[in-house]
């Protein structure tokens, strides 16, 4: 089996995981040298769903590279394990424009009610792609009180992100 430590390893396959647990042995690469290594591991934790891998891919939010960050939090939001809720709307509020956009993903995929007023705020995120997000993640959500800064974004000047308002304020339902 590959050492994590070292930079030349690639992290293996189920196949190659010698009959070990595919989590197990893959997140000590959330924390190896190589970029690459670092977001493709936690791009395929989750894949894999397994909430054992949610802590460590949450210690990874803060890797210095928005790549991993951004795959991180969109494998917390495939797992759909609640720990990650916390950490994410954290991540939403500031950090890479990356980790921002996978956040308010991964805050929709997960659904949790107390993302609706962290989500909303992010709908006057500077970036659109994380404002576009945002409007999606609130309408999985489907909680009223994400309604009013929903309207506010139909007049957004991207078009993606008044879509997916109009998107989510049907889901929600636009009658009081």
Known sequence: MADPTDERAEPPGAEESGGADTVEVLIPYLFHPQLNIRWRTAEALGDLRDPRAVEPLIEVLDDPYADVQWKAAEALGKIGDPRAVAPLIAALKGGSHWLRRGAAWALGRIGDARAVGPLAEALRDGKSDVRKNAAWALGRIGDERGRDALERAEADPDP??????????????RGR
Do not use: C, T, Y
């Not at 308002?165 to 339902?173: M, Q």
């Open 160 to 173: 993606a992100v008044v879509m997916e308002a109009k998107k989510a304020l049907e889901k929600i339902g």
